[in-house]
């Protein structure tokens, strides 16, 4: 073997660890720098309660007390009086930052209404309508809830100090409101709404549950809603995608050295 064959061989040796260890640092330098310019991200994932179908994710970019809000939700109940049902949904502070469980159920109809899922969640710290009043007070206008089965929501709000300080402190819920009555039992069907008693109990039922958690994200995954399927499957851990891209780029360094050292010899 060659000097020339040896320091070739060498080179190999170290250049795939080399190529693997600065993807993955580049990827957390790059968020890290995102989040440091533009404030601080969180995420939501969505999950369903109370024999809810849907699912979701919401982002929050938080900066001062500025929130940039994404989201994206669908399989929801579609209808409510033969028009396309409303769902108001809210950030709950001053809880436990977590989602109930079926032991919130206190009365033993099957569903957990907003007030039994309160001690989990909280009240309503900031309510996420389309356009207009944001505060507690409009957490039931259902004439500024997003509505239908499946929609997109983005919205620029500013937040009160209450809001911000269960944000920070990681107690802060994203809590989507309405259920398809005809998933419940006959007793929850009967009931009026905790909150408003002029509607049915799964008027206002929480349907969709996410505490709010700190993301390297800077966007709203593609395919968030409903992902598993296609693709990096909405990049949920992209470092791996990343890292593939480096196990391409060591693959092919390797074989120009390959070939070097068959020329050399």
Request: aromatic share 4%; glycine share 12%; with cysteine.
């Given at each position: 073997?060659?000097?020339?064959?040896?320091?070739?061989?060498?080179a190999?040796?170290?250049?795939?660890?080399?190529?693997?260890?600065?993807?993955?640092?580049?990827?957390?330098?790059?968020?890290?720098?995102?989040?440091?310019?533009?404030?601080?991200?969180?995420?939501?994932?969505?999950?369903?309660?109370?024999?809810?179908?849907?699912?979701?994710?919401?982002m929050?970019?938080?900066?001062?007390?500025?929130?940039?809000?994404?989201?994206?939700?669908?399989?929801?109940?579609?209808?409510?009086?033969k028009?396309p049902?409303?769902?108001?949904?809210?950030?709950?502070?001053?809880?436990?930052?977590m989602?109930?469980?079926?032991?919130?159920?206190?009365?033993?109809?099957?569903?957990?209404?907003?007030?039994?899922?309160?001690?989990?969640?909280?009240?309503?710290?900031?309510?996420?309508?389309?356009?207009?009043?944001t505060?507690?007070?409009?957490?039931?206008?259902?004439?500024?809830a997003?509505?239908?089965a499946?929609?997109?929501?983005?919205?620029?709000?500013?937040?009160?100090a209450?809001?911000?300080?269960?944000?920070?402190?990681?107690?802060?819920?994203?809590?989507?409101?309405g259920?398809?009555?005809?998933t419940?039992?006959?007793?929850?069907?009967?009931e009026?709404?905790?909150?408003?008693?002029?509607?049915?109990?799964?008027?206002t039922?929480?349907?969709?549950?996410?505490?709010?958690a700190?993301?390297?994200?800077?966007?709203?995954?593609?395919?968030?809603?409903n992902?598993?399927?296609?693709?990096?499957?909405g990049?949920?851990?992209?470092?791996?995608?990343?890292?593939?891209?480096?196990?391409?780029?060591?693959?092919?360094?390797?074989?120009v050295?390959r070939?070097?050292?068959?020329?050399?010899?």
């Amino acid at each position: 073997m060659t000097n020339k064959t040896k320091i070739s061989t060498r080179a190999l040796a170290m250049a795939a660890p080399a190529v693997l260890l600065a993807i993955p640092l580049a990827f957390t330098a790059s968020t890290a720098s995102a989040q440091t310019a533009g404030g601080t991200t969180y995420m939501a994932t969505l999950n369903p309660l109370n024999h809810a179908s849907g699912s979701g994710m919401l982002m929050l970019q938080l900066t001062g007390n500025k929130a940039v809000v994404t989201e994206d939700v669908k399989g929801l109940a579609a209808t409510f009086m033969k028009a396309p049902f409303p769902h108001v949904q809210h950030i709950h502070i001053n809880g436990m930052g977590m989602c109930p469980t079926t032991a919130a159920d206190k009365n033993g109809d099957g569903v957990i209404s907003t007030t039994e899922g309160g001690a989990a969640y909280g009240g309503i710290g900031t309510t996420l309508s389309l356009t207009g009043d944001t505060s507690p007070a409009a957490g039931t206008d259902i004439k500024i809830a997003p509505s239908g089965a499946a929609f997109h929501y983005s919205r620029t709000i500013t937040l009160d100090a209450a809001t911000v300080a269960s944000i920070k402190a990681g107690k802060a819920v994203i809590v989507v409101h309405g259920l398809d009555p005809t998933t419940l039992s006959a007793k929850a069907q009967a009931e009026p709404s905790d909150l408003v008693p002029s509607l049915p109990l799964a008027a206002t039922s929480p349907a969709l549950c996410g505490p709010l958690a700190v993301s390297q994200m800077t966007s709203v995954p593609g395919g968030s809603v409903n992902t598993g399927g296609g693709g990096t499957s909405g990049l949920q851990d992209p470092w791996l995608f990343a890292a593939g891209a480096g196990l391409a780029v060591a693959a092919g360094g390797a074989l120009v050295l390959r070939r070097r050292i068959s020329v050399e010899k």
